[in-house]
């Protein structure tokens, strides 16, 4: 039994084996970028919020992009991105989880550079902020949208 750090003080029993944690580690990654995407897609289409694209061929590879108004949107996992509030470190294999994430947020840091500098308007939303994203007005002023 490995321990699971929480917000690097809480732990909890991890029951999962080291090789097993990296492999749910990475299942997790997958499902939470999918929920959290399709979440924001809802949101969009709750709101009548338009003129989002998926997949666009960009640096850094946007969740959402605004073409006509040259908005990015990346929706950032929690823990994948070391989210501030619910970074999340297992114990197991600490230091490999601590790198991993510093490598993701400086990851995040050269895309968005690469972006403004190429006229980009670049907008991040944790995956806890989305929940409180309910309202047209929430969501507009989140993505810079008039
Ligand atoms: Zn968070």
């Known amino acids: 039994m490995n321990n699971f750090v929480i917000g690097w003080v809480k732990t909890v029993t991890d029951v ?3 090789a097993k944690r990296s492999k749910v580690m990475s299942l997790i990654r997958g499902k939470e970028n999918k929920a959290t995407e399709l979440a924001l897609i809802g949101l969009f289409k709750n709101s009548h ?3 989002w694209r998926r997949n666009q061929k960009l640096f850094g ?3 959402f992009v605004f073409k006509k108004e040259g908005i990015a949107v990346f929706v950032d996992g929690c ?4 989210c501030p509030i619910h970074e999340t470190v297992p114990k197991t294999n600490m230091l490999f989880w601590v790198k991993k994430i ?3 947020k400086k990851r995040d840091k050269k895309v968005n550079l ?3 500098r190429n ?4 907008v991040r939303i944790w995956q806890h902020e989305i929940k409180k994203l309910h309202s047209k007005k929430l969501l ?3 993505l810079g949208l008039h």
């Open 79 to 82: 823990f994948w991105h070391g």
């Open 102 to 104: 510093n490598t993701n």
């Open 140 to 142: 507009q002023k989140a």
């Open 114 to 116: 690469y972006l403004r």
């Open 61 to 63: 590879k946007p969740d």
């Open 49 to 51: 919020i338009t003129g």
């Open 119 to 122: 006229g980009w308007k670049v």
């Open 16 to 18: 999962f084996s080291k």
